[in-house]
């Protein structure tokens, strides 16, 4: 998801905090005339791993998975076949390249709550509740270490012009509920950045959150760690 929306704000995040970044890209020539030479290019089609695909995922500490169909009107077989179908070979082919990282994943806000905005979103995009779902029950089941990061309704407004909520869960999504897709590559960034968030499922949108985004990030890993530690009094 690299060369269009949050996903090439990710990269930039990614390269100013000194990161090495592969991009995997079915449009080459578009990926490089974004980065140039900042980045690794794989050219490859998620919708069709082949041998390069499987490639791209060896050797890597993170993957970050942002791909999805474009804003627009699309039928189901198309949303299968990106929003799950590319998610899952994305999955198996970090599996079976045993990367060292965890696995993020970029999804949107909302699914499991039957709000007028979630509603009007499925009859543009044909059944992207059911299959971003799933798409997320394939990330829990697949062993690897994981982040999902679910994002409200997205922007082009430069970063930082917003004040960002970060909570754990699923929130429903609000028609009032906007964040910038640069602010989102930020919490990502982030997240790569902190190596210890590990099965965390969060929810980003505008809003006056408590602390900064590592903060913000740190408190949605505290339910999950203290569930995992054992109590003392027994």
């Given at each position: 998801?690299?060369?269009s929306?949050t ?5 930039n995040a ?7 970044v592969r ?5 080459g020539?578009?990926a490089r ?25 060896q050797?890597?500490?993170?993957v970050v ?7 627009r009107?699309?039928g189901?077989a198309?949303?299968k ?11 198996e082919?970090?599996?079976?390249a045993?990367i060292?990282?965890r696995?993020?994943y970029?999804?949107?806000?909302g699914?499991?709550h039957?709000?007028l ?11 992207i509740s ?5 798409a997320e029950q394939?990330?829990?089941s697949?062993?690897l270490?994981?982040v ?9 407004k430069p970063e930082?012009?917003s004040?960002l909520s970060?909570?754990p ?17 930020r919490?990502?960034?982030c ?11 969060l ?7 408590t602390?900064d985004?590592a903060?913000?990030l740190a408190?949605?890993?505290q ?6 530690e054992?109590?003392?009094?027994r």
């Open positions: 998801g690299a060369t929306g996903g090439t704000h990710v990269v990614l390269l100013e905090q000194g990161g090495n991009v995997l890209a079915r449009n020539p578009k005339a974004l980065f140039g030479d900042r980045v690794e290019l794989v050219v490859a089609d998620l919708t069709r791993p082949d041998a390069a695909f499987r490639a791209a995922f050797d890597v500490g993170d998975f942002t791909a999805a169909v474009p804003p009107p699309a189901e198309l949303i076949a990106v929003d799950h179908d590319g998610l899952v070979a994305a999955l082919a970090a599996r079976a045993s060292t990282g696995f993020l970029m999804n949107t806000m699914k499991e039957r709000t905005p979630m509603r009007v979103l499925n009859l543009i995009k044909r059944g059911r299959w971003r779902i799933a394939a990330i829990r697949s062993g270490p994981y999902i990061v679910r994002a409200s309704m997205l922007t082009n930082g012009r004040l970060i909570t869960g699923d929130a429903p999504l609000r028609f009032s509920m906007k964040v910038a897709r640069a602010d989102v590559a919490v990502f960034a997240a790569v950045a902190d190596k210890g968030l590990r099965k965390v499922e929810s980003v949108t505008n809003g006056a959150g602390g985004i903060t913000q408190a949605c890993q339910p999950l760690q203290a569930r995992m054992p109590d003392p009094d």
